[in-house]
């Protein structure tokens, strides 16, 4: 088992978050985050303005400012929330598992869970990736780091106990180009839900790694 994914105190939730009652500053504040996604959605992070964020919220400019002292913050607070929401969500799905194909199948139907219940959220972290800069653009590369390292780490437990071969990082990256793309093409009238979608990407992406591994192993014996 992946037990860094249990470990790291980048992904537990600190205690004052679980147990904190929501006050309404916090109310007040993901209401404006809400606004702000389908602002930077609708017009880009560079060409949605601090009154188009205040128009759209209902937020008098001073208002905004007392939340936020900047357009960078309102898009830091954005990413922050959805990449801390989704590892967090993740972490609790992997500690019930302990097979390492039912783990990334978890991993699999958290990441598009997510991604189709918060399509605007994620339309704007894929489009402003690089937008963020200095500490908080570090931060948040922390956070994604850290997400993909759980990947990695679950394809090292895969390859171990069914004695594949195949490179983790490869497969990571592959598999997370089939998923981020969604927003894309995702027709919730004619495609399937998040829960079927994920059983058919994982069984295509399970199915790819496995052959590839034994097409190679059969490959080496050949020439033994």
């Known amino acids: 088992m992946a037990t860094s994914v249990r470990t790291?105190?980048?992904?537990?939730?600190?205690?004052?978050?679980?147990?904190?009652?929501?006050?309404?500053?916090?109310?007040?504040?993901?209401?404006?985050?809400?606004?702000?996604?389908?602002?930077?959605?609708?017009k880009g992070y560079e060409g949605a303005s601090m009154r188009d964020l205040s128009r759209a919220s209902g937020t008098s400019l001073s208002g905004l400012y007392y939340?936020?002292?900047?357009?960078?913050?309102?898009?830091?607070?954005?990413?922050?929330?959805?990449?801390?929401?989704i590892v967090a969500s993740l972490r609790q799905r992997l500690?019930?598992?302990?097979?390492?194909?039912?783990?990334?199948?978890v991993?699999?139907?958290?990441?598009?869970?997510?991604?189709?219940?918060?399509?605007k959220a994620m339309k704007v972290l894929s489009h402003e990736d690089?937008?963020?800069?200095?500490?908080y653009g570090?931060?948040?590369a922390g956070i994604k780091r850290?997400?993909?390292?759980?990947?990695?780490?679950?394809?090292?437990?895969?390859?171990?106990?069914?004695?594949?071969?195949?490179?983790?990082?490869?497969a990571v990256l592959s598999l997370f180009g089939m998923m981020n793309w969604i927003y894309t093409w995702h027709n919730a009238r004619v495609d399937a839900d998040a829960s079927e979608l994920s059983r058919q990407m994982a069984d295509?992406?399970?199915?790819?790694?496995?052959g590839k591994s034994r097409k190679h192993a059969s490959a080496g014996r050949s020439r033994t």
């Open 67 to 85: 939340y936020f002292d900047s357009k960078e913050k309102l898009l830091y607070l954005i990413q922050k929330h959805t990449f801390s929401t």
């Open 204 to 210: 295509i992406f399970l199915n790819g790694v496995r």
């Open 95 to 105: 500690e019930k598992l302990d097979e390492p194909e039912q783990r990334i199948r």
């Open 130 to 135: 690089e937008a963020l800069k200095n500490g």
């Open 107 to 119: 991993f699999i139907q958290n990441h598009l869970e997510y991604f189709l219940n918060n399509q």
């Open 146 to 170: 850290e997400y993909y390292r759980i990947c990695v780490s679950l394809m090292e437990e895969l390859k171990r106990a069914q004695g594949l071969q195949f490179s983790s990082r490869i």
């Open 8 to 42: 790291n105190p980048m992904l537990a939730a600190p205690p004052q978050a679980q147990t904190a009652p929501e006050t309404r500053f916090d109310r007040r504040l993901a209401k404006i985050l809400s606004h702000a996604t389908d602002v930077f959605c609708e």
């Open 138 to 140: 570090a931060e948040i």
